[in-house]
């Protein structure tokens, strides 16, 4: 293993990352939320008029 030494007064690079990977891992996983949501509302409105009846 390699290790950086830290010379100056600056703290040391970040590793440049993706921000647009993370964006549309973001997205997914939203979308994802929202959907799950969806079923589950639609779930216990079903469940709640059937009882109903």
Do not use: E, F, Y
């Amino acid at each position: 293993m390699q290790r950086h030494k830290n010379t100056g007064d600056r703290p040391p690079p970040r590793p440049g990352g993706s921000w647009l990977a993370g964006m549309v891992i973001g997205t997914a996983i939203m979308a994802m939320a929202t959907q799950a949501m969806a079923l589950g509302a639609g779930l216990a409105i079903n469940n709640a008029t059937l009882k109903g009846r």
